[in-house]
């Protein structure tokens, strides 16, 4: 089964628990937040305080994806705040399996990814270490961007090597999704969508389940 994960990014800070609101009672199960340093990424988004502060009001998988340098200070800080699963860039660790074992070790599912130029064959061999590969397929640091059709033959190469090899990974994609083109990415076998503007800057809940609708063309 396909699952949506709105990514807060999009959502108006202003209203956020508001926004959060209209989310439930139509079949979500997560949602997406993108912490950013203004280092990895130009772009700085928020901390542990907004987790924290939504998790007591919403029953979501707490889908978390780290776009900062050296994650592995703040694995524990993360899981206190909500947190169900930390995925960490490949090109942020100095030690990555030290990373990942850190992730699993407080608890949380472990999710890698890498941004669009780096090699997507360089993360199988932490393949081993994984429940989730996301697929970035725009630049990671703002919302709103262009999907990149070239990174569907990173989906591929992962669809393929997951199956040939029985593993039990999940894969993800981020960037640019919107009903659309949702499709191109759903035929490639990916069983998670994250969403941002096409959720948040529309009417939440009728978008929401549009890409229900749709997901359900692939059960």
């Known amino acids: 089964m396909v699952r949506l994960a709105p990514s807060i990014l999009s959502a108006n800070f202003a209203n956020l628990q508001g926004d959060l609101d209209q989310t439930k009672d139509c079949g979500l199960k997560m ?8 280092t990895f990424v130009p772009n ?3 901390g542990f305080k907004i987790i924290s502060d939504i998790r007591d009001k919403n029953d979501y998988f707490f889908d978390t994806h780290l776009m900062i340098g050296e994650p592995i200070r703040y694995i524990e800080d993360f899981k206190k705040a909500g947190s169900d699963r930390i995925t960490v860039h490949y090109e942020a660790c100095k030690d990555l399996r030290a990373t ?3 992730i699993r070790d407080a608890g949380m599912e472990v999710g890698l990814t890498a941004k669009p130029e780096t ?7 932490y393949f081993d270490q994984i429940d989730l590969i996301l697929v970035m397929s725009v630049r990671p640091g703002f919302g709103g961007q262009k999907f990149m059709t070239e990174t569907k033959d990173t989906m591929a190469l992962y669809r393929k090597y997951i199956d040939e090899n029985n593993l039990d990974i999940k894969i993800e994609v981020d960037g640019g999704i919107k009903t659309s083109n ?4 759903l035929d490639l076998g990916v069983d998670e969508v994250v969403v941002g503007s096409d959720v948040f800057a529309k009417d939440i809940r009728a978008q929401i389940m549009a890409y229900h609708e749709i997901f359900k063309e692939y059960e």
């Not at 949602?31 to 203004?38: E, F, L, N, S, V």
């Not at 949702?182 to 990415?185: L, M, T, Y």
């Open 44 to 46: 700085i988004s928020f």
């Open 100 to 102: 990942l074992k850190a």
């Open 119 to 125: 090699d997507p064959k360089l993360l199988l061999e």
């Open 182 to 185: 949702v499709r191109e990415v």
């Open 31 to 38: 949602i997406h937040i993108d912490i950013m340093d203004g």
